[in-house]
């Protein structure tokens, strides 16, 4: 008797209570070893005539193609050994693949009682829960071998071991490798996940291993508030001591840039560097929060994230909209209330500026897009054509959401209509109005209100944890999930207990903007240096130190002008206007598009920063955004030069006001003898050449 015999014999032993469950026992097999994955028939158009849906999203279908279709010639009921479903995965037959089964194996087995028991579709069993072991585990030392565990829970009777079929992927193989059954195995420090997979559950599994053998005390660390708590806690577990307080000068520049996108002025930095009360931190902090420079700037990040843009012919649209929204975010409106005005909003779009959110995309599938975007952090356009691989949303979800946008009417007077649907593209029936993930609505009827009931509603905790995602991004450069807009269970937080912390914080203070970066602003995590110490230098997520970050290309062209003393001169309507308050993408702004300004209508990432890219230096070293400014007679460098101030008065004002410190010692006697001159001719020339290659330096060009 052979192996294939005895497995076969086994397994139908084990299954004789019951019949045999083509959903739960044979699709899991398939997905095993990636016949319905992606590159394989799970394709689009499937491979070699056979298709079958991603990842086993469709047994029904499935089922119908293996058993059925062909007038069932991939199954050979007489002679089970010879079906096609088993011999060509096997190696039996040249398919024009890899042999993705083992013919001894117990995978092949599986296929071959089922097919020896008539390849019956079987009862129907429900998937009620998954557990992964662990699903979350310090371990001390690298190369440690850690066997992973998966037990399911079906409606009809008790708990299995499926470990044996789930899928395991690691989310970076050089740091955790799957070995074969099922052991993974650690090989770098630091923080890293495993996604588990079996049948339409994806769990993440998460290995941290510390950065040093030795521990580190973080006890004495200063705590301002539960930020502070949860950082510290992940440092100490993680063994990663923390650098010391930022400078009084680096954290103005560091948080100005934040919190308004603007340097601060001279007199500011006079007047904080010279305030020595216990307080001064929260005093500006508030002065921040109500300037007006923070709703200019915090306007252009929102219509970034909104997609904000100009229609043709209908300037009015826009402005009316970026007004609307500078308005809320100016007054302090909360987050939740704009949220539901530009969910529902209807009428005149020259008139009632969230109106125009509907109006950003081309239609009802755009729509829902945006919404799960922007509102929920999350990625459904991959359920347009079938079920995210890597999270729960289905194509009923996502078809069922732009379902509820279908009846809107884009045009300048945006209202609902009786008629509007989409196609659910797989029943290609028109789809049924649904809440993601939750339930279906009747097909007739307005249902954007209760959408965004749903979206804001407390118990809903995709909208508040998209947010503060968001709002950490802005302040630390980059996310506790990254990318912010892609919010699952499989790409987990780097600091999970921290997410969910500032989610209902920002909750129970009604969902205030400004409350949340206040709480970031003034930790101190926050208020760390960026200087490295011994054991932290390989931190890039943890936040035991700061990291540089680009400016932005708006905020970099207000920092040049700011420190040069001369205006933008923009085109049209912009012309003599902070580059920050131009939030249309389109509008003309040929230095700002140099730089790396969002010019995309679609939107773009919403950190995008200046100067990356080789257009963008070459503006900066040669172009007219510095050097115009730099020659200007007008500008702050020959006003000063008029005014007979000495070199180091010069180099002194220009530090301030462009690093918002003075410039050390060895700093003011380098440019001391760069800059003597008796010609004033050749003085003039030098101290343009001293501006320019600040304005071009990493410390102005970056936020530390």
């Excluded at 062209?557 to 003393?565: E, F, S």
């Excluded at 008796?678 to 003039?684: G, I, L, S, T």
Aim: hydrophobic share 40%.
């Amino acid at each position: 008797m052979n192996c294939v015999v005895l497995l076969c014999l086994a397994w139908q032993a084990a299954a004789s209570e019951r019949s045999v469950n083509f959903n739960t026992e044979i699709i899991p097999v398939l997905t095993k070893a990636g016949c319905n994955g992606g590159p394989c028939h799970g394709a689009a158009a499937g491979r070699g005539g056979f298709h079958l849906s991603l990842l086993g999203a469709d047994p029904t279908a499935d089922y119908e193609t293996i058993v059925q279709a062909f007038e069932g010639r991939r199954i050979n009921l007489a002679r089970p050994e010879s079906s096609l479903v088993l011999t060509k995965p096997t190696g039996q037959l040249d398919h024009g693949g890899d042999m993705a089964l083992d013919e001894a194996g117990p995978g092949a087995g599986r296929i071959l009682a089922w097919i020896r028991s008539g390849a019956p579709r079987g009862s129907q069993r429900r998937l009620v829960s998954l557990e992964v072991m662990p699903r979350r585990q310090l371990l001390v030392n690298l190369n440690v071998s850690v066997p992973l565990r998966v037990v399911a829970q079906f409606e009809d009777g008790p708990s299995e071991d499926v470990t044996d079929w789930t899928v395991f992927t690691s989310a970076d193989p050089a740091a955790v490798e799957i070995q074969r059954d099922a052991i993974a195995r650690i090989k770098r420090r630091g923080q890293h996940v495993v996604i588990a997979r079996f049948l339409d559950r994806v769990l993440p599994i998460q290995f941290a291993v510390p950065f040093s053998d030795d521990a580190v005390d973080l006890s004495h660390q200063p705590r301002v508030n539960f930020v502070d708590d949860e950082v510290l806690r992940v440092l100490s577990a993680l063994r990663l001591p923390v650098a010391p307080p930022a400078s009084e000068s680096a954290f103005l520049r560091r948080v100005s840039l934040d919190l308004t996108g603007r340097l601060p002025d001279l007199a500011a930095i006079e007047s904080f560097l010279a305030d020595s009360s216990p307080d001064k931190r929260e005093r500006l902090v508030e002065t921040l929060l109500a300037s007006e420079a923070f709703a200019d700037y915090w306007t252009l990040r929102f219509a970034r994230l909104l997609r904000l843009h100009s229609l043709p012919n209908e300037k009015e649209a826009v402005q009316t909209y970026a007004d609307w929204l500078h308005r809320g975010i100016g007054g302090g409106i909360p987050l939740d209330v704009l949220a539901l005005q530009l969910l529902t909003s209807t009428g005149d779009s020259h008139v009632v500026g969230p109106a125009n959110f509907g109006r950003m995309v081309a239609d009802a599938r755009g729509h829902a897009e945006l919404v799960g975007q922007f509102f929920l952090g999350m990625r459904l356009g991959c359920a347009n054509c079938h079920n995210h691989p890597l999270d729960k949303w289905t194509q009923d979800d996502y078809h069922g959401l732009a379902a509820v946008f279908a009846r809107l009417e884009r045009g300048r007077d945006v209202r609902v209509v009786s008629r509007g649907a989409v196609t659910n593209l797989r029943t290609n029936e028109p789809a049924v109005p649904r809440i993601p993930g939750e339930r279906y609505m009747t097909p007739e009827g307005d249902h954007r209100a209760e959408v965004a009931e749903w979206i804001t509603s407390a118990g809903n905790r995709y909208f508040a944890r998209a947010t503060v995602n968001r709002l950490w991004r802005a302040m630390f450069g980059r996310g506790l999930v990254e990318p912010t807009d892609d919010l699952r269970d499989t790409n987990p937080s780097t600091h999970p207990e921290l997410l969910d912390r500032l989610a209902a914080d920002f909750v129970e203070h009604g969902h205030s903007l400004r409350h949340t970066l206040r709480l970031i602003a003034l930790s101190a995590t926050y208020g760390r240096s960026e200087t490295v110490v011994a054991g932290n230098a390989m931190d890039d997520r943890f936040y035991s130190h700061a990291h540089r970050r680009q400016l932005m290309p708006e905020v970099l062209a207000d920092a040049i002008a700011d420190v040069t003393g001369v205006a933008h001169e923009f085109e049209g309507e912009a012309a003599r206007r902070r580059a920050v308050t131009i939030v249309d993408p389109l509008s003309p702004a040929p230095s700002l598009d140099v730089l790396g300004r969002c010019h995309r209508a679609a939107g773009c990432d919403e950190n995008a920063t200046s100067g990356g890219d080789l257009p963008a230096q070459l503006h900066l070293l040669n172009g007219e955004l510095i050097n115009r400014k730099l020659t200007d007679d007008q500008g702050r460098l020959h006003r000063l030069i008029e005014a007979g101030r000495t070199n180091d008065e010069i180099v002194g004002e220009f530090y301030l006001r462009s690093l918002a410190r003075s410039p050390s010692a060895d700093e003011l006697a380098r440019w001391r003898d760069r800059l003597a001159a008796d010609d004033p001719v050749e003085r003039q020339g030098r101290l343009e050449d001293f501006a320019w290659s600040l304005l071009n330096s990493r410390q102005f060009m970056e936020n530390h």
